[in-house]
């Protein structure tokens, strides 16, 4: 069994910073992509960012420049930064990671709201 455990959302003002973490356990073989979406109220949820095993990021245009994403290997963890936030990056973020033959598993999302 498979667990992906997020952490680190919260209550920020417009212009601060947080950092989202999400820490995978279980019965691992190997962790390929992961990444980080997110899900307004009343909105599809949509890409934040994704880091492949090697490393390889890709961004949605409007975190880009904001926004990092990174993972530790060794901890079987991926990372979000987040700086410059605005009102509009409040969401639920979800963490998904393709994980052993390509599956795909999700946490159970943890809250971001920006004030402004």
């Known amino acids: 069994q498979v667990q992906l455990v997020e952490s680190g959302g919260g209550l920020v003002q417009a212009g601060g910073s947080l950092r989202l973490s999400c820490a995978v356990s279980?019965?691992?073989?190997?962790?390929?992509?992961m990444g980080w979406y997110r899900q307004a109220p009343g909105k599809q949820r949509e890409l934040v960012a994704t880091?492949?095993?090697?490393?390889?990021?890709n961004y949605a245009d409007s975190v880009k420049g904001r926004f990092t994403i990174s993972r530790d290997n060794a901890k079987n963890t991926a990372y979000l930064q987040m700086n410059s936030l605005k009102p509009e990056d409040t969401a639920v973020y979800y963490c998904?990671?393709?994980?052993?033959?390509?599956?795909?598993?999700w946490g159970q999302g943890t809250q971001v709201t920006v004030s402004s």
């Open positions: 880091v492949t095993s090697f490393l390889t990021t």
């Open positions: 998904k990671a393709v994980i052993n033959f390509n599956n795909d598993y």
């Open positions: 279980g019965s691992i073989f190997r962790i390929k992509d």
